[in-house]
């Protein structure tokens, strides 16, 4: 299928002295223009409440850039001809008088990309700006970044200031794993090999893991971290974009509307958990003093600026079951949690035994096919298949081994991709395959909420646990439960 063609552009990026502009947005723009994916008259304007000279807010990018890309990535000439993209302009994204100063700026444009790095609380504001002055044509496509709201109510209200000036054809909900090399082999890896597909049911998969795990704390966000917590911040978007990929039926072709019409289903299917079922199929946890890679770190409440009253959840486990055909029976763990002993993405689906047992009755504890999927660290995929000991003197003694597709070994002389490079490429090439639709957010808000609602309801306090471990004893109980354990816990 051949891409669709890069236009010209003017980026504009609300938010473009933020973080999330200095460490992801402005290094991806640049990896793009350095692998010559951007058209020579692409502008990039960095909008912000920041004032002061335009020259001297372009090179402290620059300085950021310098920081944030490898080093063995840096080509002068290419920061050069990046940095010559770039513009700067101080404005009040909530002030109307300060949208006339930023069409002046933009002038005449080919094509425009709003870029939302700011709280949703302001989109609407930022939409009606743009519109007012004459910023809201079909040439204009915004990019909203999660969470969309807190819930299903403020997510609709959000949603709702954004439709009435932009129609979801020009919307692009980013949710950047669905743009790692991983995630995207997920389509090929399902629907290109009947080996899987045929699989892929309640009649060989016994359950699945579903595991993000990051070894930072809140890294200063405090303030909307505690209003958030890992429920709104993961689960709601991350770890159930993944469950949606994993579990949906084959789309009728690749367009944007055929994958995320299978997605809703999914979301659809979702069993509610009731409140008094929390206590069995979810647990939540804080994370107190600890340490990481052998450094003591704080606990949550210890954290700069902290509320010690807080009873936010850093950590989340849960079970989930589909209600369809497909995945009847078949139980979805997940779990997400700050300072863990390591960052890790993975998914591990783990298929049935054979229904009869040939080999030693001893053996049979061995017998267990798993497919892992690393979205990070080293991004691959690993199936693991039993085997036969090598040696005369072995008999039939199994062992299990895995068939490994390593990216970083297997494309040695290509660079993986970061997410955001390829999203904002996409966005450019106005495709919305690996954007977020606004009926998936609202029925991921719908499930997320009947949770949260439940905790209060039950009044359940987020469990202690250890920085540097693997969360709560709760949330090992909840997979032993059935029998199971987390695959590759240490």
Request: glycine content about 8%; proline content about 6%.
């Amino acid at each position: 299928m051949a891409s669709h063609p890069v236009e010209p552009c003017t980026l504009a990026l609300f938010g473009g002295l933020g973080d999330l502009a200095l460490r992801k947005l402005f290094p991806a723009l640049y990896q793009l223009d350095r692998a010559g994916l951007l058209p020579s008259d692409t502008r990039i304007l960095a909008l912000g409440r920041e004032t002061g000279d335009a020259a001297g807010r372009v090179a402290a990018i620059g300085a950021h850039l310098r920081r944030h890309v490898p080093a063995g990535e840096l080509e002068e000439g290419a920061v050069q001809r990046f940095l010559a993209r770039l513009d700067y302009l101080a404005m009040d994204f909530l002030e109307p008088e300060a949208y006339p100063a930023l069409a002046d700026k933009l002038g005449p444009l080919m094509r425009l990309i709003a870029y939302f790095a700011t709280p949703a609380s302001v989109y609407g504001a930022i939409c009606a700006g743009l519109a007012a002055n004459g910023l809201a044509d079909e040439r204009t496509r915004v990019v909203l970044e999660k969470p969309i709201g807190a819930d299903l109510e403020s997510s609709h209200a959000v949603n709702d200031a954004v439709a009435a000036h932009f129609p979801e054809n020009r919307t692009y909900r980013i949710d950047h794993y669905l743009g790692k090399e991983t995630v995207q082999n997920l389509i090929a890896l399902r629907f290109a090999n009947s080996l899987f597909e045929t699989q892929w049911n309640q009649h060989h998969i016994s359950h699945v893991e579903i595991t993000v795990a990051e070894q930072v704390g809140i890294e200063g966000r405090w303030g909307y971290f505690d209003q958030a917590g890992q429920l709104r911040d993961m689960i709601q978007n991350h770890l159930l974009q993944l469950l949606c990929l994993i579990a949906m039926d084959p789309p009728s072709d690749l367009s944007a509307d055929s994958i995320r019409d299978e997605k809703v289903k999914v979301l659809k299917a979702l069993a509610p958990i009731a409140p008094e079922q929390l206590g069995q199929q979810v647990v939540r946890g804080q994370y107190v003093a600890g340490s990481i890679l052998g450094q003591p770190v704080p606990g949550y409440l210890e954290e700069d600026n902290a509320n010690t009253h807080s009873d936010t959840e850093t950590f989340v486990a849960l079970r989930a079951e589909i209600r369809n055909w497909r995945w009847s029976g078949v139980p979805f763990y997940l779990r997400t949690g700050k300072r863990m002993p390591q960052k890790l993405s993975q998914i591990v689906l783990h298929f049935k035994e054979p229904p009869h047992h040939i080999f030693a009755p001893e053996q049979r504890p061995l017998i267990n096919n798993r497919l892992v999927i690393r979205l990070q660290p080293d991004e691959g995929i690993s199936l693991q298949v039993m085997t036969k000991e090598q040696g005369l003197d072995k008999g039939m003694q199994l062992r299990s081994d895995p068939l490994q597709l390593s990216f970083s070994n297997t494309y040695r002389s290509a660079r993986i991709p970061d997410a955001y490079e390829r999203l904002l490429l996409e966005v450019m090439r106005g495709k919305q395959n690996l954007f977020v639709r606004k009926d998936e957010i609202e029925h991921a808000w719908k499930w997320c909420d009947q949770l949260i609602a439940g905790w209060r309801q039950q009044g359940d306090a987020p469990r202690p646990y250890a920085a540097g471990t693997w969360g709560p004893t709760a949330s090992i109980a909840l997979i032993t439960r059935d029998g199971r354990s987390w695959y590759g816990d240490l």
